[in-house]
């Protein structure tokens, strides 16, 4: 269910996230839609012989769900998504649990903006493998 708060109902320092799995069928669908055909990302062999051993995720699939996160929960319905900027801290493989967090770290009331530290972490393990920082305007319908 997507959450419809105002600017005034979200304070600094509230945490939304959610899980997510990352399937073959994810990355399938993120390779038909954008054309992305690297080898690291589609082709075993290939990937097996670079460092990471097997087969990455695709960053950008990864940065996709920060946008679900912005648009469902942290500000929801009323937010229109300005800025993302996302490092990737680790490899992220088919199979992995991940969960995707953001926490507002700051507010601006006259341009009602929020500013979002934004990560997604492998489970259980706790394993950080994308970091960033989100901004956000909450329109008032």
Same mark, same amino acid.
């Given at each position: 269910m997507? !959450? /419809?708060r105002t *600017? /005034?109902?979200i304070a600094v320092g509230e945490e939304q996230s959610f899980e997510e799995t990352i399937t073959e069928e994810s990355m399938t669908q993120f390779r038909r839609l954008t054309g992305d055909e690297n080898p690291l990302h589609t082709d075993d #062999?290939? #990937?097996s012989s670079t460092p990471f051993g097997r087969r990455v995720v695709y960053g950008q699939l990864l940065n996709s769900f920060f946008s679900r996160l912005i648009g469902h929960d942290?500000?929801?319905r009323r937010a229109l998504y300005l800025t993302q900027?996302? !490092? *990737?801290d680790s490899p992220c493989? $088919?199979?992995d649990r991940i969960r995707v967090t953001g926490r507002v770290t700051e507010k601006h009331g006259r341009s009602k903006i929020l500013i979002i530290d934004t990560t997604i972490h492998r489970v259980p393990q706790n394993d950080l493998l994308a970091s960033g920082t989100a901004t956000a &305007? $909450? &329109?008032d319908r």
């Open positions: 997507i !959450r /419809d *600017f /005034d109902e #062999a290939y #990937a942290l500000p929801g900027t996302t !490092r *990737f493989h $088919v199979g &305007m $909450v &329109m």
